[in-house]
């Protein structure tokens, strides 16, 4: 079935980064964009950014502009995430999600990975 | 601070329906007709329950649906049920420079 499988949970000190994959299958990989969301503890959801899996283009967030890379694997279906500068604020579920094309939702979301960020 | 403004809370009892709204600038909400809903339980990664603001994807009940007017998208649930109880949120796509922006959440009680 369709599905995206997420790696584990992190733990990481402040000023490290975190590299979190996505794996995809049960369809062709290359014809649906992958989201990241994030979720801190007990908040709302918030969009991350965006990456075609061909890998020729990616959009972030204002927020997040310089500190997030998106990237894919086409050999492996495999989109990665990775947070540099962490900051204990980062502390979240992250996850992976993919979008339909034309109706900009999201229609399959990976299981989230905890990033906990703590000195 | 969400971009998208929605009730923290709201409560209805099994039968009844009830309405939660997603308030936006008109660049979004109100430009693109592109607004979902999703349904969080706890623990539970969100699921999609309304896109291009009234379309329901495929084995998503009846009872829920969705509008707009102006800058306000809604999305109604009819018939409550006591499985209906989570927080729903939505999202619109925007297309700035933060293209997909997120409200803040609603959660729903059922009595």
């Known amino acids: 079935q369709v599905q995206l499988v997420q790696s584990g949970a992190e733990v990481k000190k402040p000023g490290a980064s975190v590299k979190v994959s996505c794996k995809a299958s049960?369809?062709?990989?290359?014809?649906?964009?992958i989201h990241w969301v994030r979720q801190a503890p007990g908040q709302g959801l918030e969009w991350m950014g965006i990456i075609n899996p061909s890998g020729t283009s990616t959009s972030y967030a204002q927020e997040f502009q310089d500190r997030v890379t998106m990237t894919s694997d086409t050999s492996t279906s495999t989109v990665y995430m990775e947070l540099s500068s962490l900051r204990s604020e980062d502390t979240a579920l992250y996850y992976c999600v993919r979008s339909v094309p034309g109706t900009k939702a999201f229609d399959i979301w990976g299981q989230g990975t905890m990033v906990t960020v703590s000195s | 601070q969400s971009a998208l403004t929605q009730p923290a809370s709201v409560s209805g009892s099994p039968g009844q329906s009830i309405t939660i709204s997603c308030t936006g600038p008109?660049?979004?909400?109100?430009?693109?007709?592109?607004v979902s809903w999703y349904q969080q339980h706890p623990g539970k990664a969100p699921k999609l329950m309304i896109y291009?603001?009234?379309k329901r994807p495929s084995g998503v009940s009846n009872r829920f649906s969705g509008s707009t007017s102006g800058n306000t998208a809604s999305l109604t649930i009819s018939g409550l049920q006591a499985e209906d109880e989570a927080d729903y949120y939505c999202?619109?796509?925007?297309?700035?420079?933060?293209?997909?922006?997120f409200g803040g959440g609603t959660k729903l009680t059922v009595l």
């Open positions: 291009e603001v009234s």
């Open positions: 008109s660049s979004d909400v109100g430009s693109h007709n592109l």
């Open positions: 999202c619109s796509y925007a297309g700035s420079s933060t293209p997909w922006v």
């Open positions: 049960g369809y062709t990989f290359t014809s649906y964009y």
